[in-house]
């Protein structure tokens, strides 16, 4: 038989493979161009504030790196034709087979001689859409081949030439995880694909045809596209190879960039428990991008408390300090406003936000305690609280606690304990109310407490529980609203209301709000000229923990909650940081800020308050312990004069009748070497007229009195000159089996 000539055969070639493809049944229900786009997913979430703009991209598909989706138009010229030159130089000529190609390829594969690949940027598209004809490492197979020309033929039959190209920039793999187009340009060259030029288009051409070979060869590669796209001209390969080589080790395109990582992982983390899905709206869909998310930040806020936040913390560099938090509050709806949880690229733990973080929050809880304490009667604002060393019982021995300049001022108001920060009148106002009450009370402001409060013990007056600064702050904006508790939140919906009852006393709230805007209150600490005074209202508290591991300034205006914290994320010491030349800074700063052009007024006092003039009876020096002055009183509790009792220590409402030994929860165990009759239990308390039962019964009367203990478990009980009940301890006795022997002798 003879041969034909080279073009016959090729053309028989050709007409049997479409013979055979027209043969194949068609793909039912062709996916659509707008399908496509409507499935596409970036790898990223846009992370917006409130009014749309953007503050973070995050990373959710660790699987790919993939941008937006780019329209067609929005693609450089130059990477067009580079893509066209390099893939499919007939692609605007076919139908979606190239059957010169195919026979080139398949005679080239008889006679063994290498030729230019026959699948088109439409067959490779079909490919990239339907997982069933995805090459795997071997190759296509032989029906995989044929299904891809007749996917390919019918794409072409109901796409343009646009949409074909356009889906295939975004769809095609480039190198490692690299998908699309957008990921491409951004990654490698750190631009837009609309910037793309000639030497980046053609390097960006030659990673389709080998995405993982060596730098060198696709250097090799780019150079020939470029001799394509530029006929005539002389290309540097050499050049163009350094280019290339720099060019495919970049990693521009960060896992997640933006002004608010923390927040935005943190909605979408609750966007994820919710089990909310982030798919787009049809609009976005439609465009092929991801629905962004939207929160209830404000950008221009998160800008300037950033760098309010990394400005002051460079400033405390000498003094061991890398790391900090803030967060601002709107406090009638929770919203949160600024999210800064950590100082960024000053911190060893950048990762790690602080805003939510557990750290010990120093005196930052004594507002929530005197507002409980004057809430229950047991304080004034004005009732005298003796300032001086105190050694107080408790279960696991003496308790005594230091102020922070270790000094004692005597008896001070309560006005002046809160304001001043002194410890050792907090302690002694726990004492009132009970650690496990308090603990109740904080439970209830949202601040999750891990334990008890008798685990805590007096010192949680001080701080020793943990709580994260987003609680803490929330926890003020409660005192900030009457004593109504809201949860915060991130999401750009509608908040949830503050609770109908409040958790606390509105008028006691009221109280301590005045107290903390108080700066003459305050000057025994802070002095005259305090960081912490603001020329419209304010309130606001600092703290710091034990051995200056956490330092914080938290408050609130007329409309907002700002709570700063700084330290060290490793729990470090920091280095002479003081309540005013830590957080305090920042928080001023960023409330001047927010009431730039808004005012702050005082608030109004709720009903029940009574507005009194009170004065002071003299100190040990003869002179008033304190300047006679209007105070705030829960109606009932007003008195004109605060002064000392003949044995010189506090009388009026500060000295409420209250038990100081022993200590609740005390676990008594009878020696069995001591007569039971000769084992006795104090008991000590404070107030006038007062009266002891144990299980209910009238055991004695007066300030001490001594028990035979009992085995078993026991509630001691105070009751003042009326019979009321003001106070109590629980109690267990061991040793039932000694008790019993030394009766029977």
């Not at 805007?517 to 000057?523: F, G, H, L, P, Q």
């Not at 309540?579 to 305090?584: K, L, N, P, R």
């Not at 078993?712 to 105070?718: D, N, P």
Request: hydrophobic share 45%; glycine share 8%; with cysteine.
């Amino acid at each position: 038989m003879p041969r034909l000539p080279f073009s016959a055969s090729r053309s028989r070639l050709a007409a049997a493979l479409a013979a055979i493809a027209c043969a194949l049944p068609v793909a039912a229900g062709a996916v659509s161009f707008d399908e496509v786009k409507r499935e596409f997913r970036p790898s990223d979430t846009a992370v917006l504030d409130r009014n749309g703009e953007l503050l973070q991209r995050v990373r959710t598909d660790a699987s790919v790196r993939r941008g937006q989706w780019v329209v067609l138009a929005d693609v450089s010229p130059a990477l067009r034709m580079a893509m066209v030159l390099s893939e499919d130089r007939r692609f605007y000529e076919h139908s979606g087979i190239d059957w010169r190609a195919v026979s080139s390829a398949a005679w080239g594969n008889l006679w063994n001689t290498r030729t230019r690949g026959a699948s088109t940027i439409t067959m490779q598209l079909s490919g990239l859409l339907d997982e069933d004809l995805r090459r795997a490492n071997s190759g296509r197979s032989f029906t995989q081949k044929i299904g891809q020309t007749v996917a390919a033929a019918q794409l072409e039959r109901s796409w343009r030439k646009d949409q074909i190209l356009e889906a295939y920039l975004n769809t095609v793999p480039f190198r490692g995880e690299i998908v699309g187009i957008d990921a491409l340009s951004r990654t490698l060259f750190g631009k837009a694909p609309s910037g793309l030029d000639a030497r980046e288009a053609s390097v960006a051409a030659a990673l389709v045809r080998a995405p993982n070979a060596k730098p060198a060869l696709v250097a090799q590669r780019a150079c020939e596209v470029m001799r394509a796209m530029e006929p005539g001209q002389k290309i540097d390969c050499d050049a163009l190879d350094m280019f290339t080589s720099a060019a495919v080790q970049r990693r521009a395109f960060d896992a997640s960039e933006g002004i608010a990582p923390h927040a935005a992982r943190r909605v979408l983390k609750e966007l994820r428990e919710a089990g909310e899905t982030l798919a787009p709206p049809s609009r976005q869909a439609a465009a092929g991008k991801e629905a962004p998310v939207r929160t209830t930040l404000r950008a221009p806020l998160q800008r300037f408390a950033l760098a309010t936040l990394q400005r002051h913390l460079k400033e405390l560099r000498g003094r061991h300090v890398e790391d900090g938090a803030l967060v601002v509050l709107d406090n009638a709806s929770g919203e949160v406003l600024a999210w800064v949880g950590s100082s960024g690229p000053l911190s060893q733990a950048a990762e790690v936000d602080a805003v939510t973080a557990l750290r010990q929050p120093g005196s930052t809880l004594k507002p929530l305690l005197y507002a409980q304490a004057i809430a229950e009667r047991r304080l004034t604002a004005a009732s005298l609280i003796d300032d001086s060393s105190a050694q107080i019982s408790t279960a696991s021995g003496l308790y005594i606690p230091q102020n922070y300049d270790r000094q004692f001022k005597g008896p001070v108001s309560a006005r002046t304990a809160l304001a001043a920060s002194l410890n050792v009148p907090a302690v002694r106002t726990l004492v009132m109310v009970s650690p496990e009450s308090f603990a109740r009370q904080l439970r209830a402001a949202g601040l999750p407490l891990r334990e008890s409060g008798d685990y805590y013990g007096y010192s949680l007056a001080l701080g020793s529980a943990e709580v994260s600064l987003l609680s803490l702050a929330n926890a003020y904006r409660t005192l900030a609203n009457g004593g109504r508790y809201g949860p915060p939140t991130l999401m750009a919906r509608p908040p949830v209301p503050t609770s109908a009852a409040p958790i606390l006393d509105p008028r006691a709230a009221f109280i301590v709000g005045d107290i903390l805007s108080d700066a003459n209150a305050r000057t025994r600490t802070f002095g005259l000229d305090s960081i912490l005074s603001t020329r419209f209202w304010t309130a606001v508290k600092t703290g710091t923990s034990k051995d200056m591991r956490d330092n914080w300034a938290v408050g609130w205006s007329q409309r907002y909650t700002v709570g700063v914290w700084v330290g060290n994320a490793s729990g470090a010491s920091m280095w002479d940081v003081s309540g005013t030349s830590g957080a305090a800074p920042v928080w001023a700063e960023v409330m001047r800020f927010l009431h730039a052009r808004e005012p702050s007024r005082a608030p109004r006092p709720p009903a029940g308050l009574v507005e009194a003039q009170v004065t002071f009876g003299p100190g040990a020096d003869g002179n008033a312990l304190e300047a006679a002055r209007s105070e705030w009183f829960l109606q009932g509790t007003e008195q004109p004069l605060f002064a000392l009792d003949n044995a010189g220590t506090p009388a009026g409402a500060g000295a409420a009748p209250r038990i100081t030994a022993p200590a609740d929860g005390t676990i008594i165990a009878l020696d069995p070497d001591i007569p039971p009759l000769h084992q006795r239990v104090r008991f000590e308390s404070e107030g006038r007229g007062v009266q002891w039962r144990i299980d209910g019964k009238l055991f004695a009367r007066g300030n001490s009195a001594q028990w035979l203990p009992w085995p078993g478990r026991h509630v001691i009980e105070l009751a003042d000159a009326t019979g009321k009940v003001v106070d109590q301890r629980k109690l267990e006795v061991r040793g039932a089996g000694v008790v019993a022997k030394s009766a029977r002798r």
